[in-house]
C-alpha cells in the first residue's frame, strides 16, 4: 500500500503572490481557475469555449486532456461528479477574458500555421495545438519561484482552494460540489489536514490565554485542601 501524500496547500498570503506573478504569464486565467474554482490540471487545459459562459459568470466541466498511452486525448470526466457547474468569481471572468483576447491575437499572428484542432479549446499554444499538460508543470514551477512561494504540486492549489473555502467558512458539502470530489470522504481528507492547522492555531490562542496575568479563575477536578488518602 502507497504512502499519501501529505496535501500541501498555499497559505491565502501565498495565493495572491502567485496570482499576481501570473498576470504576466500566458497561462494566467489558469492559475485564476486552478487556484480560486479548484479545476484540476486536465479539466483547464480540456475546457472549452462552449463550457463557458464569461456573462452568466458559469463554467460546466465536461471533459478533460489527458496525455494517454502517448498522445493527447479528451477525455470524460475523472468521475461523475466531476461533471459540473460552477460559479465564476469576477476575477476568473476577467482573466478568461484576457485569454481570449490572447488567443484571438496569437490566431492572427500565426496566420497559415494556425493549428486549431477544432475542438475550441480555451488554453492552446501559440500556434493553436493543445497545451501539453507536463509543460503547465513546468510553468507552474517557473511562476512558484518567481512568486516566492513554496514549491508544490500543481495539484495542490486545489487543496487550496478546498482550504481557502473552508476557511472563510464553506461547508465540506460545498466544497464538494465545487471541486467535484467523488465523495464526501475525500473532501473529509483534505478536511482533516485544514483542521489539523486549525487546531494549531486554537492551541496558540490557549497559549496566549496560559502566557496571561494569572487572574483566570481555576478549573479544578477536586475539592481543594482535602488530603489525598495515604
Known amino acids: 500500500m502507497g504512502i499519501k501524500r501529505e496535501i500541501e496547500p498555499l497559505t491565502a498570503r501565498e495565493g495572491r503572490q502567485l496570482l499576481a506573478a501570473a498576470r504576466e504569464n500566458r497561462l494566467w486565467a489558469a492559475y485564476e481557475l486552478a487556484v480560486r474554482i479548484g479545476l484540476r490540471r486536465g479539466e483547464i487545459l480540456g475546457l472549452r469555449w462552449s463550457d463557458v459562459d464569461l456573462h452568466e459568470g458559469v463554467l460546466t466541466v465536461r471533459q478533460a486532456l489527458q496525455r494517454v498511452g502517448g498522445e493527447l486525448l479528451i477525455v470524460a470526466p475523472k468521475t461523475q461528479r466531476s461533471a459540473r457547474r460552477v460559479a465564476l468569481p469576477a476575477e476568473c471572468v476577467t482573466a478568461l477574458r484576457a485569454q481570449r483576447a490572447q488567443q484571438t491575437a496569437d490566431r492572427k499572428a500565426a496566420g497559415s500555421i494556425w493549428k486549431g484542432t477544432g475542438h475550441g479549446l480555451v488554453f492552446t499554444t501559440r500556434n493553436g495545438t493543445p497545451i501539453e499538460p507536463r509543460n503547465l508543470n513546468r510553468s507552474f514551477e517557473a511562476l512558484s519561484i518567481r512568486a516566492d512561494v513554496r514549491r508544490i504540486r500543481f495539484h495542490d492549489l486545489r487543496h487550496t482552494c478546498a482550504s481557502l473555502l473552508h476557511e472563510q467558512g464553506a461547508d465540506a458539502r460545498m466544497?464538494?460540489?465545487?471541486?467535484?470530489?467523488?465523495?464526501?470522504?475525500?473532501?473529509?481528507?483534505?478536511?482533516?489536514?485544514?483542521?489539523?492547522?486549525?487546531?494549531?492555531?486554537?492551541?496558540?490562542?490557549?497559549?496566549?490565554?496560559?502566557?496571561?496575568?494569572?487572574?483566570?479563575?481555576?478549573?479544578?477536578?477536586?475539592?481543594?485542601?482535602?488530603p489525598m488518602a495515604g
Open 175 to 226: 466544497i464538494m460540489e465545487v471541486l467535484g470530489h467523488s465523495s464526501i470522504r475525500v473532501t473529509m481528507d483534505i478536511y482533516t489536514f485544514v483542521r489539523l492547522d486549525s487546531q494549531r492555531s486554537a492551541f496558540d490562542r490557549v497559549g496566549d490565554a496560559l502566557r496571561g496575568d494569572g487572574n483566570a479563575p481555576d478549573d479544578d477536578d477536586g475539592t481543594a485542601g482535602i
